[in-house]
């Protein structure tokens, strides 16, 4: 397999080889009165507290909770996109900021997919920190940018607009994106929902054929099922850190009762039902 993923960096901050790919020690996020996007150091309205974590290179972790949890706001933290009221966040051994290493996708909804450019002008924005502000791309640029649709089954798209494609489509640039970009984190907030099932299982193959390449998956999901079955640990937030552990161990009863409280409700000796109050579906545990 051609890996795109390079771990020499000309750009962007340089990385401490011993370092964990991602630290987070006693990290909480307070957002300023009325503000959605700011954080304040004066604030208690805390969309996390206190959440300490370490993410090694090449694992895959969901990220999973109710509505309000917090997971959008965690995953703006680790791209740089906010700052900590309090506590540290550091990606390779460094703070966020500067780093060419993270690649973000962010909820379909916040994309304006009427935006006029085509899908090989959306890889190649994953250039931009390779390239340089202000310069123009090179040959090689463009060809990573083939190979990384190629690598999604998407280069027959290349010319097409973003909007004129469909959900799972989307996200597959999105990928290409991160994968033009020799993304090392990558950080993807609900790409999975409104896709049907093939659809999902298109972009987990793609998943799949970067662990070669040592990426590290952050992924906020509501699918509890999914998150068990497709990933290696699970992040269980509920604004604090309620479990992070192996799939078995972070679902365990006592763990899904303190993170979704009122909308688990017991239908057996083992069993437990998630109504969908919080989520976008039951699940059944």
């Keep these: 397999m051609t890996a795109l993923v390079s771990k020499i960096t000309t750009r962007g901050v340089s990385h401490q080889t011993a370092a964990p790919t991602l630290a987070l020690r006693d990290v909480s996020v307070a957002y300023a009165a009325g503000a959605k996007a700011v954080a304040s150091s004066r604030s208690q309205a805390f969309a996390i507290e206190n959440i300490t974590c370490q993410v090694e290179a090449g694992e895959r972790v969901a990220v999973v909770g109710p509505n309000g949890a917090g997971k959008s706001t965690l995953l703006k933290l680790i791209v740089g996109v906010l700052k900590p009221s309090r506590g540290k966040v550091h990606v390779y051994g460094r703070r966020p900021h500067g780093h060419i290493c993270i690649a973000y996708v962010p909820q379909r909804s916040q994309i304006d997919w009427s935006f006029p450019v085509s899908v090989a002008d959306v890889v190649m924005m994953g250039r931009v920190g390779r390239i340089g502000l202000f310069r123009w791309p090179r040959r090689r640029d463009w060809q990573v940018v083939r190979e990384s649709l190629a690598r999604v089954h998407a280069e027959h798209l290349a010319q097409k607009q973003i909007g004129e494609l469909s959900g799972g489509q989307q996200q597959r640039v999105f990928i290409a994106r991160a994968l033009a970009q020799e993304a090392e984190l990558l950080l993807m907030d609900e790409p999975l929902a409104g896709l049907d099932t093939p659809s999902q299982e298109v972009i987990f193959e793609i998943l799949d054929s970067l662990r070669p390449d040592g990426v590290t998956l952050l992924m906020a999901t509501h699918d509890l099922d999914l998150a068990a079955a ?24 006592q763990n899904l009762l303190q993170a979704y409280g009122g909308h688990v409700h017991r239908v057996g000796d083992d069993e437990l039902l998630l109504t969908d109050g919080c989520c976008d579906e039951g699940v059944t545990r």
């Design 230 to 253: 497709r990933f290696d640990r699970i992040m269980l937030l509920n604004r604090k850190l309620v479990a992070f552990d192996v799939p078995t161990a972070a679902l365990q009863p």
